[in-house]
T-cell receptor, first 116, second 112 residues
Framework: EAGVAQSPRYKIIEKRQSVAFWCNPI?????LYWYQQILGQGPKLLIQ????????DSQLPKDRFSAERLKGVDSTLKIQPAKLEDSAVYLC??????????????FGPGTRLTVL | QKEVEQDPGPLSVPEGAIVSLNCTYS??????FMWYRQYSRKGPELLMY????GNKEDGRFTAQVDKSSKYISLFIRDSQPSDSATYLC????????????FGQGTRLTINP
């Protein structure tokens, strides 16, 4: 079974530039998550999709971050304009996501963003 | 105060030692407790999960949850160099049941 795919793996940009990350979840997984992991910290949830609808985006800095999941499959996360503090690893995860009980989340390898 | 507290370490032990990792939390609504392992430049992978209080064993790994104390632990027996990684505790439950709240992670090194 193929895992969660993410691209690019690494990205270096200058502050105030824009950047986009792509995620393809495990086939059949209804729920998709984007996490931000700053060096030395645990992942922090940015946004959660159930199919193509947003379930939780309470920690997404909406003035600069946006995300979409067209057709309920793959997803893109965009930052515009980037700030120095956005330097982090952006992790995508997916789960079967049906109901309120526990569903294992499977993580992709992440995209490491460096903002100069 | 963070919802989940975890000592970041680093922790360095000799091969074969018993390793104890732990987290404390403040949100009594958490019902699911997980331990993830993250190798350098990789995404986290689920090691174990426990529902509510109690113990769970899987090979060399044992997870314990004490909801009354809001304290969870992961024990690694007969530790191996391949266990060297960052260990993240994570929790979910209550409203937003699928949302994971992670600890900071403990960086563990097993020395041959």
């Amino acid at each position: 079974e193929a895992g969660v795919a993410q691209s690019p793996r690494y990205k270096i940009i200058e502050k105030r530039q824009s950047v986009a990350f792509w995620c393809n979840p495990i086939s059949g997984h209804a729920t998709l998550y984007w996490y931000q992991q700053i060096l030395g910290q645990g992942p922090k949830l940015l946004i959660q999709f159930q199919n193509n609808g947003v379930v939780d985006d309470s920690q997404l800095p909406k003035d600069r971050f946006s995300a979409e999941r067209l057709k309920g499959v793959d997803s893109t996360l965009k930052i515009q304009p980037a700030k120095l503090e956005d330097s982090a690893v952006y992790l995508c995860a997916s789960s079967l996501g049906v109901g309120a009980s526990y569903n294992e989340q499977f993580f992709g390898p992440g995209t490491r963003l460096t903002v100069l | 105060q963070k919802e989940v507290e975890q000592d970041p370490g680093p922790l360095s032990v000799p091969e074969g030692a018993i390793v104890s990792l732990n987290c404390t939390y403040s949100n009594s609504a958490f019902q699911y407790f997980m331990w993830y392992r993250q190798y350098s430049r990789k995404g986290p992978e689920l090691l174990m999960y426990t529902y509510s209080s109690g113990n769970k064993e899987d090979g060399r790994f044992t997870a314990q949850v004490d909801k009354s104390s809001k304290y969870i632990s992961l024990f690694i027996r007969d530790s191996q160099p391949s266990d060297s990684a960052t260990y993240l505790c994570a929790m979910s439950g209550g409203q937003g049941a699928q949302k994971l709240v992670f600890g900071q992670g403990t960086r563990l090194t097993i020395n041959p």
